[in-house]
Protein backbone atom coordinates (compact mmCIF):
# COMPACT_ATOMS: atom_id res chain seq x y z
CA UNK A 1 0.00 0.00 0.00
CA UNK A 2 1.29 3.29 -1.03
CA UNK A 3 0.98 6.15 1.58
CA UNK A 4 1.41 9.78 1.35
CA UNK A 5 2.10 11.40 4.84
CA UNK A 6 1.39 15.05 4.89
CA UNK A 7 2.83 17.94 7.29
CA UNK A 8 1.80 19.83 9.01
CA UNK A 9 -1.57 18.05 10.30
CA UNK A 10 -3.04 21.46 10.98
CA UNK A 11 -1.37 25.30 10.40
CA UNK A 12 -3.41 28.47 11.32
CA UNK A 13 -1.24 31.53 10.64
CA UNK A 14 -2.20 35.68 10.52
CA UNK A 15 -3.21 37.14 6.87
CA UNK A 16 -0.57 38.03 4.76
CA UNK A 17 2.09 35.36 6.12
CA UNK A 18 3.87 32.66 3.75
CA UNK A 19 3.59 28.91 4.45
CA UNK A 20 4.39 25.64 2.85
CA UNK A 21 2.89 22.20 2.78
CA UNK A 22 4.86 18.89 2.65
CA UNK A 23 3.53 16.01 0.81
CA UNK A 24 6.23 12.58 1.21
CA UNK A 25 6.04 9.11 0.78
CA UNK A 26 8.64 6.51 0.14
CA UNK A 27 6.85 4.97 -2.70
CA UNK A 28 7.26 6.66 -6.71
CA UNK A 29 4.63 8.42 -8.03
CA UNK A 30 3.92 8.42 -11.83
CA UNK A 31 1.75 11.82 -10.84
CA UNK A 32 1.06 13.92 -8.13
CA UNK A 33 -2.13 16.14 -7.75
CA UNK A 34 -3.43 18.70 -5.13
CA UNK A 35 -7.14 19.63 -4.52
CA UNK A 36 -8.62 22.05 -2.11
CA UNK A 37 -11.67 21.14 -0.13
CA UNK A 38 -13.82 23.72 1.75
CA UNK A 39 -16.05 22.64 4.33
CA UNK A 40 -19.75 21.04 3.02
CA UNK A 41 -17.91 20.63 -0.66
CA UNK A 42 -15.66 17.92 -2.32
CA UNK A 43 -12.28 18.19 -2.89
CA UNK A 44 -11.46 20.26 -5.98
CA UNK A 45 -8.43 19.76 -8.04
CA UNK A 46 -5.89 22.54 -8.53
CA UNK A 47 -3.02 21.24 -9.80
CA UNK A 48 -1.14 17.61 -11.13
CA UNK A 49 2.63 17.27 -11.68
CA UNK A 50 3.65 14.93 -13.41
CA UNK A 51 7.65 15.72 -13.99
CA UNK A 52 10.06 14.86 -11.30
CA UNK A 53 11.66 18.51 -10.26
CA UNK A 54 8.34 20.12 -11.99
CA UNK A 55 7.60 24.07 -10.78
CA UNK A 56 3.46 24.65 -11.17
CA UNK A 57 2.96 28.00 -10.31
CA UNK A 58 -1.21 29.20 -9.82
CA UNK A 59 -1.27 32.85 -8.75
CA UNK A 60 -0.18 32.64 -5.22
CA UNK A 61 0.34 29.14 -5.31
CA UNK A 62 3.42 26.86 -6.59
CA UNK A 63 3.73 23.22 -6.41
CA UNK A 64 6.59 21.29 -7.20
CA UNK A 65 7.41 17.51 -7.75
CA UNK A 66 10.85 16.15 -6.50
CA UNK A 67 13.12 14.90 -8.43
CA UNK A 68 12.97 11.56 -7.35
CA UNK A 69 9.10 11.45 -7.67
CA UNK A 70 8.12 11.05 -4.06
CA UNK A 71 7.36 13.94 -2.76
CA UNK A 72 5.84 17.21 -3.50
CA UNK A 73 5.63 20.72 -1.65
CA UNK A 74 2.76 23.61 -2.13
CA UNK A 75 4.00 27.36 -0.77
CA UNK A 76 1.45 29.88 -0.76
CA UNK A 77 2.99 33.16 -0.64
CA UNK A 78 0.55 36.02 1.47
CA UNK A 79 -2.11 34.08 2.37
CA UNK A 80 -5.30 35.28 2.67
CA UNK A 81 -8.47 33.93 4.18
CA UNK A 82 -10.02 32.58 1.34
CA UNK A 83 -6.69 30.24 0.96
CA UNK A 84 -8.85 28.62 4.35
CA UNK A 85 -9.61 24.76 3.37
CA UNK A 86 -8.10 21.27 3.28
CA UNK A 87 -5.48 20.68 1.36
CA UNK A 88 -5.08 17.69 -0.34
CA UNK A 89 -2.13 15.78 -2.09
CA UNK A 90 -2.77 12.86 -4.06
CA UNK A 91 -0.60 10.09 -5.67
CA UNK A 92 -1.28 8.00 -9.29
CA UNK A 93 1.08 4.86 -9.45
CA UNK A 94 0.48 5.10 -13.03
CA UNK A 95 0.34 2.13 -15.44
CA UNK A 96 -2.69 0.50 -14.97
CA UNK A 97 -3.86 1.21 -11.57
CA UNK A 98 -6.40 3.53 -11.64
CA UNK A 99 -6.42 4.41 -8.00
CA UNK A 100 -5.57 7.78 -6.63
CA UNK A 101 -4.14 7.55 -2.75
CA UNK A 102 -4.82 10.34 -0.60
CA UNK A 103 -3.23 12.10 1.95
CA UNK A 104 -4.47 13.11 5.01
CA UNK A 105 -4.60 16.30 4.15
CA UNK A 106 -3.35 19.78 6.03
CA UNK A 107 -5.74 21.88 7.35
CA UNK A 108 -5.25 25.57 6.96
CA UNK A 109 -6.40 28.36 8.74
CA UNK A 110 -5.73 32.10 7.65
CA UNK A 111 -6.47 34.53 9.95
CA UNK A 112 -7.49 38.04 8.97
CA UNK B 1 -25.03 23.23 -14.55
CA UNK B 2 -23.47 20.62 -11.92
CA UNK B 3 -20.94 18.45 -12.97
CA UNK B 4 -20.78 15.67 -10.19
CA UNK B 5 -24.12 15.85 -8.17
CA UNK B 6 -25.28 13.25 -5.56
CA UNK B 7 -28.47 12.61 -4.07
CA UNK B 8 -29.17 13.07 -0.97
CA UNK B 9 -27.05 15.61 0.88
CA UNK B 10 -27.66 14.63 4.27
CA UNK B 11 -28.90 11.28 5.43
CA UNK B 12 -29.78 10.61 9.02
CA UNK B 13 -31.15 6.93 9.54
CA UNK B 14 -31.12 4.10 12.57
CA UNK B 15 -28.79 1.24 12.77
CA UNK B 16 -29.78 -1.73 10.51
CA UNK B 17 -31.83 0.17 8.06
CA UNK B 18 -31.39 -0.31 3.93
CA UNK B 19 -29.83 3.02 2.48
CA UNK B 20 -29.25 4.21 -1.07
CA UNK B 21 -26.90 7.00 -2.44
CA UNK B 22 -27.12 8.33 -5.96
CA UNK B 23 -24.42 9.86 -7.97
CA UNK B 24 -24.58 11.19 -11.64
CA UNK B 25 -21.96 12.87 -13.99
CA UNK B 26 -22.56 15.19 -17.52
CA UNK B 27 -18.85 15.49 -17.80
CA UNK B 28 -18.70 12.39 -19.99
CA UNK B 29 -16.46 10.70 -17.97
CA UNK B 30 -16.40 7.35 -18.10
CA UNK B 31 -15.22 6.34 -14.67
CA UNK B 32 -16.54 6.92 -11.37
CA UNK B 33 -16.07 6.29 -7.98
CA UNK B 34 -17.15 6.06 -4.28
CA UNK B 35 -14.72 7.56 -1.77
CA UNK B 36 -15.20 7.40 2.51
CA UNK B 37 -14.18 10.25 4.53
CA UNK B 38 -13.64 9.64 8.04
CA UNK B 39 -14.59 12.51 10.59
CA UNK B 40 -10.33 13.13 10.47
CA UNK B 41 -10.90 13.77 7.02
CA UNK B 42 -8.94 10.55 5.40
CA UNK B 43 -10.27 9.95 2.08
CA UNK B 44 -10.22 6.61 1.23
CA UNK B 45 -11.48 4.92 -2.00
CA UNK B 46 -14.10 2.19 -1.59
CA UNK B 47 -14.53 1.58 -5.34
CA UNK B 48 -14.56 2.30 -8.86
CA UNK B 49 -15.94 1.48 -12.61
CA UNK B 50 -15.08 2.31 -15.49
CA UNK B 51 -17.50 1.51 -18.38
CA UNK B 52 -19.81 0.36 -15.82
CA UNK B 53 -17.05 -2.49 -14.90
CA UNK B 54 -16.39 -2.91 -11.34
CA UNK B 55 -12.03 -2.31 -11.70
CA UNK B 56 -11.68 -1.16 -8.05
CA UNK B 57 -13.17 -2.84 -5.22
CA UNK B 58 -11.07 -2.08 -1.52
CA UNK B 59 -11.74 -3.87 1.35
CA UNK B 60 -15.06 -3.00 2.02
CA UNK B 61 -17.89 -4.57 4.05
CA UNK B 62 -20.13 -6.97 1.27
CA UNK B 63 -23.35 -4.54 3.04
CA UNK B 64 -21.89 -2.01 0.16
CA UNK B 65 -23.25 -3.07 -3.36
CA UNK B 66 -22.45 -0.19 -5.63
CA UNK B 67 -24.16 -0.25 -9.45
CA UNK B 68 -23.57 1.67 -12.26
CA UNK B 69 -26.66 1.17 -14.81
CA UNK B 70 -24.61 3.77 -17.36
CA UNK B 71 -21.53 4.85 -17.62
CA UNK B 72 -22.96 8.26 -15.95
CA UNK B 73 -24.45 6.66 -12.71
CA UNK B 74 -22.93 5.08 -10.24
CA UNK B 75 -25.44 4.29 -7.16
CA UNK B 76 -24.38 3.02 -3.47
CA UNK B 77 -26.73 1.06 -1.87
CA UNK B 78 -25.82 -0.19 1.95
CA UNK B 79 -27.43 -2.90 3.78
CA UNK B 80 -27.87 -3.14 7.48
CA UNK B 81 -26.86 0.01 8.58
CA UNK B 82 -23.96 0.40 11.49
CA UNK B 83 -22.84 2.87 13.39
CA UNK B 84 -19.74 2.98 11.93
CA UNK B 85 -20.60 3.43 8.42
CA UNK B 86 -21.40 7.42 9.71
CA UNK B 87 -18.80 9.18 7.17
CA UNK B 88 -19.08 11.47 4.26
CA UNK B 89 -19.21 9.61 1.17
CA UNK B 90 -17.97 11.32 -2.66
CA UNK B 91 -18.63 10.04 -5.79
CA UNK B 92 -16.36 11.49 -8.35
CA UNK B 93 -15.74 10.88 -11.88
CA UNK B 94 -12.74 11.31 -14.38
CA UNK B 95 -11.17 9.89 -17.75
CA UNK B 96 -9.53 6.41 -17.64
CA UNK B 97 -6.49 6.29 -19.12
CA UNK B 98 -2.68 5.92 -18.89
CA UNK B 99 -1.47 9.29 -18.54
CA UNK B 100 -2.72 9.61 -15.03
CA UNK B 101 -2.53 12.88 -15.59
CA UNK B 102 -6.26 13.42 -15.57
CA UNK B 103 -7.89 14.76 -12.06
CA UNK B 104 -10.63 13.43 -10.21
CA UNK B 105 -14.18 15.70 -9.89
CA UNK B 106 -15.98 15.26 -7.27
CA UNK B 107 -19.71 15.37 -5.99
CA UNK B 108 -20.36 17.31 -2.81
CA UNK B 109 -20.73 14.56 -0.72
CA UNK B 110 -23.21 12.80 1.29
CA UNK B 111 -23.38 13.09 5.09
CA UNK B 112 -24.22 9.71 6.54
CA UNK B 113 -25.20 9.74 9.99
CA UNK B 114 -26.17 6.45 11.95
CA UNK B 115 -28.57 6.82 15.10
Known amino acids: TQLLEQSPQFLSIQEGENLTVYCNSS?????LQWYRQEPGEGPVLLVT?????EVKKLKRLTFQFGDARKDSSLHITAAQPGDTGLYLC????????????FGKGTLLTVNP | DTAVSQTPKYLVTQMGNDKSIKCEQN?????MYWYKQDSKKFLKIMFS???????INETVPNRFSPKSPDKAHLNLHINSLELGDSAVYFC??????????????FGSGTRLTVV
Open chain 1, 27 to 31: SVFSS
Open chain 1, 49 to 53: VVTGG
Open chain 2, 92 to 105: ASSHYGTSANYGYT
Open chain 2, 27 to 31: LGHDT
Open chain 1, 90 to 101: AGHSGGSNYKLT
Open chain 2, 49 to 55: YNNKELI
